[in-house]
């Protein structure tokens, strides 16, 4: 009789174990593509983020993948979608959109939220950082690691020219006159440095908005890159380097651009607010940084990337991919990310947390791109994107290089953009 009772009880255990196995076993996991652009340890931060998620969310596995670049982050989730193995969610480009759409790879988060908080949360964020996420009336992208090109300039030597460091120019004309008097006769500084590799159509597309043209229309299939104000634009940005001799003729490397600032190559330099933070850390000089100046108007595009949920998911998958979203881009989360990058704080709440409200009392510079979203306009993002981006970028290098005028650069740019659009319309 005790022999049944033991096998009886060991057989319930037994099953009980694997019942827990199971449970164990049921976790939703997903993989997660994500880019870093801007350089630094925003790889410890995202994993730091992801495994303060999973602690909170036990029943949810996720494996965060360090991608390389924007284009890179691209290549590999999409490759994957092709593999056995495709990842549920990404942080990729925003102007990867149409691309995306096109793929029929993405599922819009409008066909995903349910309840009236998660409608309200689709609503919260900064409406120019949904410029690039939303198109055919539904929001395909949501905010992430997001920015905008702000002036980074070295307060010590606008005093060693006689400048005041607390007045950085406001304008084009101001621009050029305060780079003439920073820009050491012996080449050892330059007045200015705007990168013309890496993202050049980015850089232009605040130049162009300054010059008061935007360089596309909303429904990706029509650009205007031979517009008079967008050749006017280019060709501002060649005198800065040819006829001003403030800025080094050629091409100006995105990636090291930095580190000419740091080490006093240059006075000023336009680059992602994302790079805040390294400056901040860096600099062994008193800097500022500041709005971009104006033309007819301020302008700078927004930049960076956003969430994407693929469309291979199954309905738990996109639930627990919501759910860390949710938790990235919260306000918590998103001052928190804001104060250690750089990046934009994704919407006004993250700006009412203590921490942005403390950081920027301290520290108002962090406050400077945030500020300057009420002049923002959507990144250049159309169908053909990168064939269309490409056009663009080579017919700067040509104009800055000398190899072609400005207007004829962007006439043939556009010629062959609206040809590669033509069957979107």
């Not at 909170?56 to 670049?69: Q, S």
């Not at 998958?317 to 938790?327: T, V």
């Not at 409200?357 to 979203?373: G, H, N």
Request: aromatic share 10%; hydrophobic share 40%.
């Amino acid at each position: 009789m005790f022999k049944m009772f033991r096998k009886a009880v060991l057989g319930v255990a037994a099953a009980g174990c694997l019942l827990y196995a199971g449970a164990v076993q049921a976790k939703t996991e997903l993989t997660m593509y994500y880019p870093v652009a801007v350089g630094g340890p925003l790889t410890k931060i995202v994993d730091g983020m992801v495994v303060d998620f999973m602690k909170e969310n036990p029943d949810i596995k996720v494996n965060a993948i360090y991608a390389g670049n924007y284009n890179d982050a691209r290549i590999k989730a999409l490759a994957a979608l092709k593999s056995g193995k495709p990842a549920q969610l990404s942080v990729m480009f925003s102007i990867d959109i149409y691309d995306l759409i096109e793929q029929d790879a993405i599922v819009a988060f409008d066909d995903i939220v349910e309840t009236a908080e998660e409608k309200a949360w689709l609503q919260s964020f900064y409406p120019s950082l949904m410029e690039n996420g939303r198109t055919m009336g539904k929001t395909w992208g949501v905010p992430f690691q997001r920015s905008t090109i702000v002036m980074y300039y070295n307060k010590d030597a606008f005093k060693s020219a006689g400048l005041d460091p607390n007045k950085p120019p406001q304008n084009w004309e101001e621009l050029a006159s305060a780079a003439k008097k920073l820009t050491q006769p012996d080449g050892s500084r330059w007045g200015i440095m705007i990168p013309s590799t890496g993202y050049p159509y980015w850089m232009f597309g605040a130049l162009a908005m300054q010059n008061g043209q935007v360089l596309m229309n909303s429904d990706g299939n029509e650009t205007f890159f031979d517009h008079p104000k967008v050749v006017g634009a280019l060709q501002f940005w060649k005198d800065l380097g040819s006829k001003h001799k403030v800025m080094p003729a050629g091409a100006i490397e995105w990636g090291t651009l930095r580190k000419n600032f740091l080490e006093g190559r240059t006075a000023m330099m336009w680059h992602s607010t994302g790079n805040l933070t390294a400056v901040k850390k860096n600099a062994n000089f008193d800097f500022g940084v500041a709005m971009l100046p104006a033309s007819a108007q301020r302008g700078t595009p927004t930049g960076g990337g956003n969430f994407y949920i693929f469309k291979k998911t199954t309905p738990a998958e996109r639930k627990a991919s919501m759910k860390l979203i949710r938790f990235m881009t919260s306000p918590e989360r998103a001052a928190e990310w804001s104060k250690k990058t750089g990046y934009i704080g994704i919407s006004p709440d993250a700006y009412n947390t203590p921490t942005l409200q403390e950081y920027v009392k301290t520290f108002p510079p962090a406050a400077v791109a945030r500020d300057q979203l009420q002049f923002a306009t959507a990144e250049l993002s159309t169908f053909q994107t990168g064939r269309v981006r490409k056009l663009l970028d080579d017919a700067i290098q040509s104009a800055l290089t000398g190899a072609k005028e400005p207007a004829e650069a962007l006439a043939d740019a556009q010629a062959q953009a609206k040809t590669l659009l033509m069957d979107y319309k």
